[in-house]
T-cell receptor, first 113, second 116 residues
Framework: QKEVEQNSGPLSVPEGAIASLNCTYS??????FFWYRQYSGKSPELIMF????GDKEDGRFTAQLNKASQYVSLLIRDSQPSDSATYLC?????????????FGAGTRLAVHP | GAVVSQHPSWVICKSGTSVKIECRSL??????MFWYRQFPKQSLMLMAT?????????EQGVEKDKFLINHASLTLSTLTVTSAHPEDSSFYIC????????????FGPGTRLTVL
């Protein structure tokens, strides 16, 4: 079982719609959860992080964390073509070092006009 | 800010040669830096954790004698790919922790290595 799992996609949504990206993780003791966006040929850029159960909103982005079910999601409202990228979920495991991140394989999002 | 740079941005080398990649934190001191490798259409794979003034911690399966990491100062870590072969061709990305105790990593722009 992979430590961090994401649907590879592509997830195709029309412009203006809500894109929903999901991620599950195996280490129940994980403490920190991150969403990164990566454009083709570029390095990842942080969108947001979440530490506590529930929702966290930042502009058009909302991260949702459910530690009991071991999943974290990212909602993108009013999706724009410029949001088309690969979204990486990253988890900081309880063991193996406080600062270490384990990345999922990423979900490719395509927003079409 | 938290700007991380890498040099070079791309490099092409012959099989058997060594290549050095630099990772610098430009506006902060980074006690911890990370080196990742990413193959096409795959996710980032952590290679090693680099701590200033100490030996790097390598992930399982990563050859420490092939991928030499030096973190000589609080703003610079280097990765040397020794005796590179075509299978080492990949996108190498570094990241740095700005705030002590934080998990937030700031990524460099990456280095595309092609070994002929």
């Amino acid at each position: 079982q992979k430590e961090v799992e994401q649907n590879s996609g592509p997830l195709s949504v029309p412009e203006g719609a809500i894109a929903s990206l999901n991620c599950t993780y195996s280490d129940r003791g994980s403490q920190s959860f991150f969403w990164y966006r990566q454009y083709s040929g570029k390095s990842p850029e942080l969108i947001m992080f979440i530490y506590s159960n529930g929702d966290k909103e930042d502009g058009r982005f909302t991260a949702q964390l459910n530690k009991a079910s071991q999943y974290v999601s990212l909602l993108i409202r009013d999706s724009q073509p410029s949001d088309s990228a690969t979204y990486l979920c990253a988890v900081s495991p309880f063991s193996g070092g406080y600062n270490k991140l384990i990345f999922g394989a990423g979900t490719r999002l395509a927003v079409h006009p | 800010g938290a700007v991380v740079s890498q040099h070079p941005s791309w490099v092409i080398c012959k099989s058997g040669t060594s290549v050095k990649i630099e990772c610098r934190s430009l506006d902060f001191q980074a006690t911890t830096m990370f080196w990742y490798r990413q193959f096409p259409k795959q996710s980032l794979m952590l290679m090693a954790t680099s701590n200033e003034g100490s030996k790097a911690t390598y992930e399982q399966g990563v050859e420490k004698d092939k991928f030499l990491i030096n973190h000589a100062s609080l703003t610079l870590s280097t990765l040397t790919v020794t005796s590179a072969h075509p299978e080492d061709s990949s996108f190498y990305i570094c990241s740095a922790i700005r705030d002590r105790g934080s998990n937030e990593q700031f990524f460099g722009p990456g280095t595309r290595l092609t070994v002929l």
